[in-house]
């Protein structure tokens, strides 16, 4: 999925605006996936409005990129489908042309028995007026009787090929209707969530725009938890697949929340750990959900630096373990890329990749 190139969101009021023209636009291209928590654990009654707004958002995109996800399979299985009806259709016409070679000369065997004709070796010593004349008679009759049999059965396999080919056809087009009547449903309710995406994401932003400054930097937040040293926990990792990604990862803090993102200039939440897996190569599902049913499943008390972490019931947040209890995640907007405890927030589950 292309993702949009943005800019870092900054505290004024100009940056604020472009972010909201920002978020306008990328709701247009269905590829927002899983927003996140603010993650702030004293806040004024704005602050509170903020996360319960950020969380709606979250929800609400986390259900329009699996509903993107679902359009895209029933796309594929719809477009499946349709060329199977042209394959089918070809053999169907390979089938009725077999037929069609072989048909004039089992309507001339029909018509000749329809007309009293005699093809056995009876008529033959009937019509018979010496011995020779018997035995070549004889002997065109099984020639004869040989081509016949062969064009009959012809006739009766092209006739079952074509009947075969015929319902196999049909069989193909109900399914192709059927796939783009599903698809169009995936499509429309995928329209719907876009609008009502919209609509929050302006709730959010105006309700960013209402906090103060002081506001601001209190939901900012420190962008390490208390005696996180970056540069030990960066020595200490051990080469691997989740240590690199989140080696990748650890590169961003700092860059700013932004719906549908998936880097290197911003980050939504699951957008952060696709693009940190990328650095390693290895390609993650694009939402919270799809990657929280994928990999491995890790224990808590088993977590490795690098292994993704998922929160809420529903797996709608997603970052990748920092080791010490801690999370590299993408927050929600106004609150860049950071490292946080994951005691702030409900734990689902970890894979590991």
């Known amino acids: 999925m292309a993702t949009p190139t943005v800019k870092r969101i900054t505290r004024s009021k100009k940056g604020i605006l472009a972010a909201a023209i920002l ?160 698809a169009k449903v995936v499509s429309d309710d995928l329209q719907a969530k876009q609008s009502e995406l919209q609509s929050q994401m302006a709730e959010v932003i105006a309700s960013f725009n209402a906090l103060s400054g002081a506001e601001q930097a209190e939901l900012a937040g420190s962008p390490l938890p208390p005696g996180f040293d970056l540069s030990k926990i960066l020595s200490n990792l051990i080469p691997g697949s989740g240590s690199g990604a989140l080696q990748a990862g650890l590169t961003q803090i700092g860059k700013p929340y932004v719906w549908g993102a998936t880097g290197p200039d911003g980050f939504d939440c699951s957008g952060l750990v696709v693009w940190a897996y990328k650095q390693v190569g290895k390609t993650l599902p694009r939402s919270s959900q799809a990657q929280a049913a994928g990999g491995a499943p890790v224990d808590q008390k088993d977590l490795q630096p690098g292994d993704v972490v998922l929160f809420y019931p529903d797996a709608s947040h997603v970052g990748l373990y920092a080791g010490n209890g801690n999370v590299l995640h993408a927050s929600t907007f106004g609150v860049p890329v950071k490292v946080q405890s994951m005691a702030s927030f409900p734990y689902y589950g970890a894979r590991r990749y």
């Open 23 to 182: 978020a306008a636009c990328l709701v247009v291209s269905p590829t927002a996936v899983a927003g996140a928590q603010p993650g702030v654990d004293s806040a004024s009654d704005a602050q509170t409005r903020l996360a319960d707004l950020s969380r709606e958002s979250e929800q609400t995109t986390e259900a329009l990129h699996n509903a993107q996800i679902d359009l895209d399979a029933k796309t594929a299985v719809q477009q499946d489908a349709e060329a199977a009806v042209g394959a089918h259709q070809a053999e169907l016409d390979r089938a009725q042309e077999a037929l069609a070679q072989v048909k004039p000369a089992v309507d001339k065997v029909a018509n000749a028995n329809y007309q009293g004709g005699r093809t056995n070796r009876l008529f033959a010593v009937m019509v018979s007026d010496s011995p020779q004349q018997l035995l070549d008679q004889m002997s065109a009759l099984d020639v004869i009787s040989a081509e016949t049999a062969r064009q009959v059965e012809q006739f009766k396999q092209a006739g079952a090929d074509a009947a075969a080919a015929d319902q196999a056809a049909r069989a193909a087009a109900d399914a192709a209707r059927a796939a783009a009547e599903q």
